[in-house]
């Protein structure tokens, strides 16, 4: 009895080490092991993991806490605009926060909905690439004011800004 419980113990730790398998997911330093293959573009995974497929650095420079996630998660642009970058309210750090729409259709002015943080501040111009940059790592909008102050701010290749810039113009 006691051997065969050795036996099946071993065997069960074999599965668990094969099935914790380094190959087997691309763990991107803390939080979600996202599965290889799992983003469409190196925008993608950047908009959800703030890391790139080029291995170059994404470095956070600014911003809230990056503590704040849960289960030790990386802070990321899902993490405030969703999975699908229209933004609104959320809870983080017992404030509740109104993250806009970052879809490029509404960072370019391509459309007039669900703008309404905009409007109530006021209306900025439009992005383009030098102005998504200075708001990314500057934290500027295109007419030179101040983004929300609990927007990160980062600092990656031009590469690396160009593919998230794409990922949200494919966003419907």
């Known amino acids: 009895m006691y051997r065969t419980f050795n036996i099946v113990f071993v065997f069960g730790l074999a599965l668990l080490l094969i099935g914790c398998d380094s190959n087997t997911y691309q763990n991107h330093g803390t939080g979600t092991a996202w599965g290889v293959g799992s983003f469409d ?101 295109p007419d030179g004011d101040e983004l929300k102050k609990d927007m990160p701010r980062w600092k990656m290749s031009d590469a690396d800004l160009q593919d998230l810039m794409d990922y949200l113009k494919s966003l419907q």
Not at 58 to 87: E, K, Q
Not at 116 to 123: I, S, V
Request: some cysteine.
């Open 41 to 141: 573009s190196n925008g993608e995974r950047i908009y959800f993991t703030a890391t790139s497929e080029r291995d170059s650095n994404i470095a956070y420079s600014g911003g809230p806490s990056t503590g704040m996630m849960m289960m030790g998660g990386n802070l990321a642009c899902v993490s405030c605009h969703g999975t699908d970058a229209r933004g609104g309210k959320h809870m983080m750090h017992m404030e509740i926060m109104d993250a806009p729409d970052i879809r490029w259709s509404a960072l370019s002015g391509e459309h007039h909905e669900e703008q309404t943080d905009m409007e109530e501040h006021h209306k900025h111009e439009a992005y383009n690439f030098e102005a998504f940059r200075n708001a990314i790592e500057g934290g500027k909008h």
